[in-house]
């Protein structure tokens, strides 16, 4: 497999968002967290969606200059507009920001209404972990639906992704999941490649449940299944209905007012254990949960129990180390970008 | 079937809990909650509790006088230690001073260790709603391990319950679920009358899944899955651990000191949207996602998509106008509370 050093492909990302247009640290900021997402193994949500953010800049649909409005400021809950600029910027500045504030107030809640498309949650999670303290996203585009509420037919949802990184005493827990069993990138992905989802995790127009991806882009169309599936998918239909209330509910930005772009409303928050019972309890407790999963005997089939986050922490390490292998196409999508702006193809290693 | 007057129950109730020594609001604030649970049909966690609690009242576990010590007070984010008290009463204390200090703050998060059992989530979240408020209550027990980590076989979690209040221009959305697919209160109740899970909801202690809730109480014991079961469990495992670290690790009452009683670690928080989008943005995008759900066709074999809370709504206004049918069983085990305190028994209708 064709490997990069990671630096190489966020300069060369970066490099691209700003022939595009993108002012200040944008560029190098987005660049860095969709090449977090390869390394942590997220590949559909990384480097895979710069071709179509390139796009977005050039037509105006992706803002590519200035900042974001603050609706309102109560010291630790803020509203921004980020009138359409990069959600992948604008989710790492409302954690920095949600960050400083939680260390004053205790705990910190950014929403924001208008935000283009975030890409990979998991990718932001460390940059509160990092300094000690919990971060929970939670995000929907109400422009999208196709995830069906449980008992219904009709798409209602995005698959409205939600995530959260918790410190421990060593690695940090980084959860990063949707409320559909499976997601509209993967779903695409498996489409293309002609493949099945593992289980039954969509069901075509009638309800039948399939592991067939194809529902969801041949007429009539099916609709992914929410977390549960037809066995217990009341817990999905909960789960969606809390990420879309917190995000569009919150911001004001919803499903009411049709949008038609490919957006996102976010919820972010942060915590600072030392407002309640302090980080070293934090930890402890933390790290306490993380020791009982590890000593739980695996299944038959399963090498260990692992923790959220685990096996991205250790790809990412490895990655750092040996150079990043990218899922294969996805440079080859960004060279038309690169020989329009003149940037030079990243090395291969 | 024998209904009674709601009404009457709370003060039967109430009665017991004050011979066995609540002093205060107690008595009444946990007989109008548990009779609450009743009425939205959660008949596990209602009154079928009362003669558990009046046990641990009586053996000195559940303390029944006085109040929490306020470990942290930073106006938005707040430390209480339960002291043992009934998780019931210190629930509802939490979120009437979360909704206050929400007023003031826009979030108010209240973390509270070392409480007693604090029955149905779903019991509390009008408090909340009522007042145009947004609710979020998530706790675990860190004495019980009946759920597996997603591929493990030995139990680390509780079934790790959170609701979620959100009002709407009507009826609120109400949702109470478990981390894991269902409860240790239902497997005890299936066992007791002989009948399965609707589902393979379980596993025997070398992994096989199962719908036989016997597993839970028979040696060698097996364990609650987690939401999604052996095909997506990583959904119920992650839930799990968002549940114990808000609970537990913000409380610093966790699994590391291996506490033996029946107690909870309870996270608690809640949003006024006026901070944020303001109320009729919010309950107007909490309205298009009731519409939308309402308007998705129904499966089949499902008269039509209802929203979370929707049925238990309903129950309760049926209960309030012909009177409550509470689940076999539940007053007989209470007579002999009854005849030990000198109360008399509801009438029946």
Redesign the interface.
């Known amino acids: 497999m064709t490997r990069y050093r990671p630096a190489d492909l966020v300069d060369f990302t970066a490099a691209l968002f700003a022939a595009a247009g993108m002012d200040g640290d944008k560029p190098a900021t987005v660049a860095e967290l969709l090449v977090e997402a390869d390394l942590m193994g997220h590949d559909t949500h990384g480097l895979n969606l710069a071709p179509n953010y390139l796009r977005e800049l050039e037509n105006g649909e992706m803002r590519a200059t200035g900042d974001p409005e603050v ?2 400021d ?4 803020l ?1 921004w507009d980020a009138r359409r600029l990069s959600g992948v910027w604008i989710t790492a500045r409302a954690i920095d920001e949600a960050c400083n504030r939680a260390s004053d ?3 910190a ?1 950014v ?1 924001v ?1 208008e935000s283009h498309h975030i890409a990979c949650l998991a990718a932001y999670l460390t940059r509160a972990t990092n300094r000690g303290q ?1 971060v ?1 996203i939670a995000c929907s585009d109400p422009a999208v ?1 196709t995830v ?9 949802f995005t698959p409205d992704p939600f995530a ?1 990184g ?1 410190p421990t005493e060593g690695d940090p ?1 980084l ?1 990063d ?1 949707s409320s559909s ?1 499976t997601t509209n990138g993967m779903a695409g992905r498996l489409r293309g490649g002609g493949e099945h989802f ?2 039954k ?1 969509a ?1 075509d127009h ?2 039948n449940a399939t592991n067939d991806p194809r529902i969801l882009f041949d007429e009539p169309k099916g609709t992914l299944l929410p ?3 037809h ?2 998918g ?6 969606a ?2 990420v ?3 995000s ?9 007012s049709k949008p038609s772009f490919w957006g996102a409303a976010i919820f972010i ?1 942060v ?3 030392d ?4 980080r070293v ?2 930890n ?6 993380v020791s ?2 590890h ?6 089939g ?1 090498e260990k ?4 986050g685990e096996r991205a922490l250790a790809r990412k390490r490895d990655a750092m180390r040996n150079g990043l292998a990218l899922y294969p196409g996805i440079v080859d999508r960004l060279e038309p970008w690169a020989e329009k702006y003149g940037v030079p193809l990243p090395q291969t290693l």
Chains 1, 2 share one sequence.
């Open positions: 609706l309102s109560h010291k630790a809950a509203l107030y205790g705990v809640t929403s209404r919990v929970l639906a069906a509420p449980h008992g219904g037919l009709d798409p209602v959260a918790f827990i959860i999941m069993i593992p289980g995790w069901q009638a309800g977390t549960g599936g066995d217990h009341h817990k999905g239909y909960g789960m209905l809390i879309e209330s917190l569009q509910g919150l911001s004001g930005d919803g499903r009411s928050q915590f600072e254990p407002a309640f019972a302090g309890a934090f402890r407790e933390t790290s306490e949960l009982l999963c000593g739980s005997r695996p299944a038959v399963i129990v692992r923790l959220p």
